[in-house]
């Protein structure tokens, strides 16, 4: 059973930076595909980004390219999300998700989930 923890959300204004962990325990990051998913009130979850396991090629939502960048710490078992020139439209909750197969963008695909981390951007 893998849980994951989220950390780092917080209120930061426009243009700022922020950046979220999610820790993982039982197994490594390496061994699995992590992602992350955000959700607004009133809005469907949406991908944002994904490392995939073993080689840890990433993929970005076109909306976040470019100012977010998803990494991982192997040795620390820890996953990461450094979110750069924030918006008021990045505002959402984060969640970091985990599945044992190829990378996806699709929230259904993903086994393993966090309970989400509030990120508030001011303008």
């Known amino acids: 059973q893998v849980q994951l923890v989220e950390s780092g959300g917080g209120l930061v204004q426009t243009g700022g930076s922020l950046r979220l962990s999610c820790a993982t325990s039982g197994r490594t990051f390496r061994g699995f595909t992590a992602a992350w998913f955000r959700q607004a009130p009133g809005k469907e979850r949406e991908f944002v980004a994904a490392?995939?396991?073993?080689?840890?090629?990433?993929f970005y939502a076109d909306s976040v390219k470019g100012r977010f960048t998803i990494f991982r710490d192997d040795a620390k078992t820890t996953g990461y999300l450094q979110m750069n020139s924030l918006k008021p439209e990045d505002t959402a909750v984060y969640y970091c998700a985990a599945r044992d197969g190829l990378a996806s963008t699709r929230d259904n695909d993903y086994n393993y989930w966090g309970r989400g981390t509030q990120v508030t951007i001011s303008s």
């Open positions: 490392i995939s396991r073993n080689y840890g090629t990433t």
